[in-house]
């Protein structure tokens, strides 16, 4: 399969360096590996391995790697002054890729500044668009339901398979990744937090509620909430607000990057596979089309809500809601596209037998609708 972000990381490997960042097992080495399949003489580094590691400090790569892909290179000491002598020195024509499973900040690593050096991409699980070349919409969306977007799950075709491949991806994250960055009381404080939003998607995310319930302050679950949004488990959106300080202050909604872990019905793991979809063609907007685009919600103090809300530049453009189900307009979409008239309004429907227009708003098949998104 090749990923929607391989002529991407080509192109742009030609200019700077490339930081290709997403979950574990998302297919960052597949794809870096497929890439290397491009140049002549390329070198893979994996930090984890001590023989690599011990390569990647001494520059012991051959002269002629016209390609160097360093995966894990965060988890090195300085690995930010590391790179930039490695990139500033390096001989003509020779490209650098760095892989990494977490958010490179979320390592609280030093060193010199990367400014200017490198392109920032973002690898998503799979999506129906991404899939549309090899099944139907609907095959995609009916899938991704009910196995998540990762592609190992989502290519063996099976339930029971992904079941096992979800425990022990989990017990992974939990025993590798979130120990790196927390102590041993908070990793088990973690698992439970973890456990207790499977149920939560698509809720409003109440630290004091969460706090309550682990007897622990509501800092403590602000700060293990960032921990688990860092290692690219969870997501928040935020409502949308003209004034930014304004939405940040309100209480965000809760998604995971694997739809398959979410543990409320069918209609909740619904809306995060459309949450995640609307998450990758977002940020595939900023990290290769260079716009300034967001996600949020709308929400007002008397309970009228929107999903979910794409704004460019701070403008909204897209006003959508997601229904399982339920092909009547939702009042509250209705509401709000008077409201804001410049915006489209869309509620796409995972079973709907005929699409129609509702004073304003489209009301579209949810596959062929995902179909349709940039990434």
Known sequence: MRRYLHDQIVKDLSKKMVMLTGPRQVGKTFLAKQIMAEFESPQYLNADSLEDRSIILKHGWPLNADLLVFDEIHKLKGWKQHLKGVFDTRPAGQAVLVTGSARLEAWRQTGESLAGRYFPLRLHPLSVRELSA??????????????????????????????????????DLVREDVFDIARLHEVKEMRLLLEMLRSRTGSLLSYSSLAGDLQIAPNTVKKYIGILESLYIIFLIRPYHR??????????KLYF????????????????????ALLKHVQYLRDVKGRNSELNFLRTKDGREVDFVVADEGRPTLLLEVKLSDASGSPHLIHFKKMIPGARAVQIVGRLKRESRDQGIEISRAAEWLSALEA
Not at 257 to 276: I, M, P, Q, W
């Open 134 to 171: 090899d099944m139907t919409a609907n095959q995609a969306l009916d899938r991704l339901n009910r196995l998540g977007g990762f592609p190992e799950p989502f290519l063996s075709g099976s339930e029971e398979e992904a079941a096992r491949w979800r425990n022990q991806y989990y017990t």
């Open 243 to 252: 004034q930014i300080a304004r939405s940040l202050l309100r209480e965000p």
């Open 257 to 276: 990057y694997d739809s398959g872990y979410v543990k409320n019905d069918e209609g909740h793991r619904f809306e995060n596979t459309c949450a995640l």
